[in-house]
């Protein structure tokens, strides 16, 4: 029986009130006081891109779509090496939860820091799944994403595409002919 | 930082050891249900993850003052997705994932610097997968080969060939020219 990672969530909490929809454009990080607070989002529609800094480029590494998670950790100011920073690409909806509302800190006093360590956690991890997935066979992987992403090619760039997936452009071009044409 | 207001020395009692290993021993296996969170005191070895297509990536080298651990286990209480072999003889102690959670729920001190930690660790993985993406192979290939000593030696050319995202022949090719 493995211990509960969240003990201290009362089993009915009603977090929907906590919960606010908002429609993302490029200024949301400061509209929503993302640097200063830590927060999950939900994304209902539309793609989100996750850009770096590396060595002097800005590049593509992972994109979140319609049901993803994410959390505001992964830009935070004080820790971001990387200057990571969030694309939206397409007129994207997200649903908030700003664990920095003062209600959820006097609704779930005992919650707040099991939850802010369990995204800490879990935030790691997701980078792991991204580094496994580049040890994967490039050619399956790629025409996957693809099939799974068919808006994606409308509105990000073939490069950052091809950067993102680790392939080169000629292989993104045949890949795309393969989910397209069936080639 | 005051050890004990945030609980060092109570977390430091929680764990079993010293456990002393030979070189190719485990500390844990693909598919394990009991997972620990492992301190390294001595001893080096290497960890690898099971991708989901069955093949096995290098992920990186365990070494003196580390905490390894599966972290799938650890985050969701699932069995062990990936290995971790001691190549040398090791000195090691360990506390159980389950233990080492709760005990973070009851001390909000260390679970704060814990939350710390992790969030370099999220820079860490960041630089890992842009380097894995971007950098140079061969540069990167001869990186690691002074960051983790004796990779060639424990670790197979196809595992290696993972953690660089590239095939197996392409890593040859690579490690010939390095």
Request: with cysteine; hydrophobic share 40%; glycine share 6%.
């Amino acid at each position: 029986m493995t211990v509960n990672r969240c003990p201290h969530m009362p089993e009915n909490a009603v977090l929907s009130k906590f919960v606010q929809p908002v429609q993302l454009d490029a200024d949301f990080q400061k509209t929503l006081s993302v640097s200063s607070t830590s927060g999950i989002f939900f994304i209902h529609s539309g793609m989100v891109g996750v850009f770096h800094e590396f060595e002097g480029q800005k590049r593509l590494s992972h994109t979140y779509d319609k049901c993803d998670i994410f959390f505001s950790n992964e830009v935070l100011l004080e820790l971001n090496k990387q200057r990571t920073f969030w694309r939206v690409f397409s007129d994207a909806e997200v649903l908030f939860l700003n664990l920095g509302d003062p209600r959820i800190r006097q609704e779930f006093p005992m919650w707040l820091p099991d939850i802010q360590m369990f995204i800490s956690l879990y935030s790691t991890y997701q980078y792991q799944d991204y580094i496994n997935a580049m040890g994967l066979d490039r050619k399956a992987f790629s025409i996957q994403w693809l099939k799974d992403h068919p808006n994606t090619l409308s509105f990000i760039p073939r490069s950052d595409l091809a950067a993102m997936l680790n392939i080169s452009m000629t292989s993104l071009k045949s890949f795309i002919k393969t989910v397209l044409y069936g080639e | 930082m005051d050890m004990v207001q945030f609980g060092f020395l109570e977390f430091s009692e929680c764990f079993e050891g010293p456990f002393n290993l030979a070189a190719g021993e485990r500390l844990w296996d693909f598919g394990e249900t009991e997972g620990y969170l492992w301190f390294i005191e001595e001893g080096f070895g290497f960890d690898r993850m099971l991708l989901e297509d069955g093949k096995r990536m290098l992920n990186g080298m365990i070494e003196p003052g580390i905490f390894v651990c599966d972290e799938k286990h650890l985050i969701f209480g699932v069995p062990a997705v990936s290995q971790a072999v001691m190549n040398t003889p090791a000195t090691v102690y360990r506390i159980s994932c389950d233990r080492w959670f709760a005990f973070l729920q009851e001390h909000a001190p260390m679970a704060s610097v814990i939350h710390n930690i992790n969030a370099h660790f999220i820079q860490m993985r960041k630089a890992r997968l842009l380097k894995m993406k971007h950098m140079d192979k061969r540069a990167y290939w001869n990186y690691i080969k002074q960051r983790f000593p004796g990779v060639e030696e424990y670790c197979t050319q196809t595992e290696i060939a993972h953690y660089f995202g590239v095939s197996k022949s392409t890593m040859h090719r690579i490690m010939k020219q390095g």
